[in-house]
């Protein structure tokens, strides 16, 4: 008998690509803030504790449908998503929604709970925890569809919280098979998961990027008989719970064609748009989510309204700033070390050729601060822009003088400082300049690159890209120092 033609071969799990950061929605970050701040200026706590539990029930219902389990009329769910699952016997006793599927949707809310419960108890994902959430997820299931070695579908009985013992790799639509990993491999494969997973965690993988591959990770494996993909969407949304996100809600209507798709692009290699799915998802509830508690509180005063969202911009000023200030400090330590690296392989090559080279590395402080003000404000007009220099800023000078000679001492200044008045944007500019030894005559800046590099509290790669930027500037101002000198 011929073989049925393969689709696509499974392979070992492959980790994030290292240019993960290039996936990322920054956008993201704008909307999770703006909800923090409206729910918090909601004083009822329990009109927000309904619109999370509305979440919660829309979830439940979507992530049996996804899977065919069941249909539900979509009146049906608006009416559940608004009564609630308390409510939900009523629906199978006049015959608006089977037995089987209620049954279904309650195990799967069930298994969200637990979610919310495993992440109050702080404790890391483990093959254990996975287990348990196959078997609560499956608990009133008793049969599945499986496919012989010929082809033909039967029914079978589901093993709930225990690695697969046969293949379950399923037929497309064209009679060709799509390979999950084997079962042998299950084990090994599931630890190098959740191996991966961790690191990732420990790394600061943004919550889009790290929710897209898990889940397609684990689709791939395919380690249950079944119920694999209802574990992958609830592993998704344990992910963005813990990063303060809403529930993972795709909806069969809206969003299968684009979530197949996109799983299959990324077993393709390709996990952007499963990324962009995922964040286009929250993006589009915490909106709707802001919205509604907007709603909530439109019966409150102006004045409610304007102390509330004072309050919130005052937090928001004082956030940026503290973050900002955390990221300049890092870039000035990166420029120090390298600066100090640099100084040093000077002394040596200098005194290899009997030449004296003296070098001095520093930074500013409470007395030095106003150095090099003049020449930071002119670097600053080169690139056409306002250097605000009343409020936190940085510098570190490389200072080079040959003794010999009577030459005067030169100075490669890095200056880190607000771009704009209340832009929250920082800038750095590189600089070559000269002075005489008392540093009462200081010369006109050399600017040291095509241009300044500019930064935000919103950046994940500004210490990769300010390290590039920092580099291509110091090589250009030392190369016209040494024409200089």
């Keep these: 008998m011929e073989s049925i033609p393969v689709c696509h071969s499974w392979d070992p799990i492959v980790d994030l690509p290292s240019d993960w950061r290039g996936l990322a929605r920054q956008d993201l970050d704008v909307s999770l803030r703006l909800w923090q701040v409206e ?65 279904l949707i309650q195990d799967q809310r069930a298994a969200l709970d637990f979610l919310f419960s495993y992440l109050k108890e702080e404790r890391p994902l483990s093959l254990s925890y996975v287990k348990e959430l196959h078997q609560l997820l499956l608990r009133n299931q008793e049969t599945t569809d499986a496919v012989d070695q010929f082809g033909k579908r039967f029914k079978t009985r589901v093993v709930k919280g225990e690695w697969k013992k046969l293949p379950n790799n399923p037929l497309t639509e064209n009679g060709e098979v799509h390979q999950y990993c084997p079962p042998e491999f299950v084990q090994d494969e599931m630890e190098m998961l959740l191996l991966l997973h961790e690191d990732h965690e420990a790394s600061g993988v943004r919550p889009e990027v790290e929710a897209a591959w898990l889940h397609h990770g684990f689709t791939q494996i395919h380690p249950f008989q079944d119920g694999n993909g209802r574990v992958a969407r609830a592993l998704a949304t344990m992910i963005f719970l813990k990063a303060e996100f809403l529930p993972l809600v795709i909806r069969n209507d809206e969003h299968k064609d684009h979530y197949l798709n996109a799983l299959e692009r990324a077993d393709d290699g390709d996990l952007s748009s499963l990324v962009n799915l995922f964040a286009n998802i929250q993006a589009a509830d915490l909106e709707n989510a802001i919205t509604e508690v907007r709603e909530l509180r439109s019966g409150a005063s102006y004045r409610e309204i304007a102390l509330a969202a004072a309050d919130a911009a005052k937090r928001r000023v004082q956030e940026d700033e503290e973050e900002l ?29 009997q030449i004296f080279l003296d070098t001095f590395v520093g930074k500013s402080d409470s007395q030095t601060e106003s150095w090099w003000t003049d020449q930071i404000i002119k670097a600053a007009q080169h690139y056409r822009y306002y250097a605000d220099l009343a409020r936190f800023r940085s510098w570190v000078q490389l200072r080079l003088q040959i ?46 690159s095509d241009y300044e590099f500019s930064f935000s ?29």
Excluded: C
Excluded at 70 to 96: A, H, P
Excluded at 337 to 342: C, L, Y
Excluded at 430 to 443: E, F, M, N
Excluded at 458 to 475: P, Y
């Design 457 to 485: 509290r919103s950046s994940d790669t500004v210490e990769s890209d300010f390290k590039n930027w920092l580099e291509q500037a110091l090589q250009r101002l030392l190369n016209i120092w040494q024409t200089r000198i």
């Design 403 to 448: 003794r010999e000679g009577g030459q005067p001492r030169w100075h490669i200044v890095i200056s880190l400082h607000h771009k704009e008045v209340r832009s929250g944007v920082m800038a750095a500019v590189a600089v070559l300049t000269s002075s005489t030894p008392d540093q009462s005559d200081v010369r006109p800046v050399i600017p040291g």
């Design 325 to 353: 200030a955390r990221i300049t400090d890092a870039l000035v330590q990166i420029t120090h070390h390298r600066m100090e690296e640099i100084a040093f392989e000077m002394r040596q090559v200098f005194s290899e050729n």
């Design 39 to 103: 729910r918090k200026s909601l004083k009822d706590s329990s009109k927000v504790q309904q619109l999370e539990e509305r979440l919660a029930t829309r979830w439940s219902i979507e992530t049996g449908i996804l899977e065919n389990l069941y249909t539900v009329d979509r009146g049906v769910t608006l009416t559940l998503v608004k009564l609630g699952l308390q409510n939900i016997e009523q629906f199978s006793t006049t015959g608006r929604l089977s037995r089987e599927a209620a049954r």
